[in-house]
């Protein structure tokens, strides 16, 4: 009798793991400015409790009456969006324990109610930034057997249990963005591959069914990902990278060399290093450089114009890139589906002509990269809901309305 009752928990442990899945995830937007960089006092001190107001958020690059009506997060279900992305700063929950902890993470679990009441899923993505140096990423970058690794790890299950409690069919978790370990070949250490393994366990030790987002090194590239070994796998599991690839084209702007850097063409074929280099010197003209910083804008500025085009970048390269994830998945039987494109974007180009691409290379690339993901079955988040730095879905200007070209070229309805 013993043997026929473990027998059967056996069997039912089997069907249980067949039909598990991670929340299923489409179209997704990312929303970067509200929790993110979370405000800090004259001290340098996080302002407690932590963390915007959703109105504090929506004022914070233009008037509260340029928003329609105060429900953003149906207005972006309406758009159609399945997913929001949602960038949460770590800083007050690793600068705080206990009670104090408890206060920041019982706030998050409202903005997660509060977003997934619109019947929008929730990535709850933790977004190290660098504000207040001692709880920046920089603190996971001493190795996988740091004291700041094993501090971090610790938050990460504080979060995971929150989470839980939200509702599991409801939000997937991701312990870290684009995480800089390098070079991401095998002539590298191992601590990554640790610390992403070491944080899984540590996830499932509170839950078996909470979607976990896992992401290779390397600034969260595809090189990355095909890096990881997925030994820790488990059916509720996506992999994540991000799509910005060629990054001379998706973010074009000044550097410490050259203060103008755009209209670079998509795909390279669609220009000539000719007319992007006459394009430049005209919008130099327009905004008033001198004869000298021009001379000195265009030694630089030439030198990354002929690497774009000798690299020719386009729709071939573009497939090759996801090929070697899809394979990558493959490789360790992974279905695509569970393969996460976490970002991609693309700088509009300003005004001035300072930086970013003309808005019609920006739209082709953008259809390229939401095509081919979609081919493979790859949910995809968009960068980024609402900001003024260029690459943004709502008009960084006027009333908040959502730019039509891009959401044509996300394969959505223009508002």
């Known amino acids: 009798m013993k043997r026929v009752a473990c027998v059967a928990a056996w069997v039912f442990g089997m069907v249980i793991a067949a039909n598990a899945a991670p929340i299923p995830l489409e179209r997704g937007v990312g929303v970067h400015e509200w929790l993110n960089w979370s405000p800090v006092e004259k001290d ?167 979607t976990v987002v896992a992401t290779g090194a390397c600034g969260g590239s595809i090189a990355g990902l095909v890096n990881l070994t997925p030994g820790f796998d488990d059916p509720n599991l996506y992999y994540s990278f991000h799509m910005y690839e060629p990054h001379s084209f998706t973010h074009q702007r000044a550097d410490g060399t050259h203060t103008f850097a755009s209209g670079l063409p998509w795909p390279a074929d669609n220009s000539t290093p000719e007319v992007v280099t006459e394009t430049l010197k005209a919008q130099m003209d327009a905004a008033g450089l001198s004869p000298v910083e021009q001379v000195m804008n265009m030694v630089s500025a030439r030198a990354a114009i002929a690497r774009y085009f000798e690299q020719n970048w386009g729709q071939s390269q573009l497939e090759a890139s996801f090929r070697q994830a899809v394979d990558w998945a493959k490789a360790h039987d992974i279905p695509s589906r569970r393969l996460f494109m976490g970002e991609f974007g693309v700088i509009l180009m300003s005004a001035d002509g300072r930086m970013g691409a003309f808005d019609a290379d920006r739209l082709r690339y953008m259809t390229a990269v939401r095509q081919v993901a979609e081919r493979f079955s790859i949910p995809w988040s968009v960068w980024e809901y609402a900001n003024p730095y260029g690459m943004t879905l709502i008009l ?11 959401m044509q070229a996300l394969g959505l309805a223009p508002q």
């Open 44 to 210: 340098g001190a996080y302002r407690w409790p932590p963390y915007r107001s959703e109105k504090e958020w929506l004022a914070g690059n233009r008037p509260l009456t340029d928003w329609p009506g105060g429900e953003e997060f149906a207005r972006i279900r309406s758009m159609g969006f399945d997913f929001v992305r949602l960038s949460v700063d770590p800083g007050p929950l690793l600068a705080s324990e206990g009670a104090k902890r408890q206060q920041a993470l019982d706030i998050l679990a409202a903005v997660v109610r509060r977003v997934a009441s619109t019947g929008l899923k929730v990535v709850f993505d933790l977004h190290g930034v660098t504000q207040v140096p001692a709880y920046s990423m920089e603190m996971i970058y001493g190795g996988a057997d740091s004291e700041g690794v094993a501090r971090y790890r610790e938050m990460v299950v504080a979060v995971a249990t929150m989470l839980v409690k939200v509702g599991t069919d409801k939000v997937a978790l991701e312990p870290y963005n684009e995480p800089a370990y390098y070079p991401c070949d095998s002539s590298g250490t191992d601590d990554w591959q640790r610390i992403m393994a070491g944080t899984v366990h540590d996830i499932r030790t509170v839950s078996s069914e909470l």
């Open 396 to 406: 960084p200007k006027g009333p908040a309305a959502p730019d039509p070209g891009l």
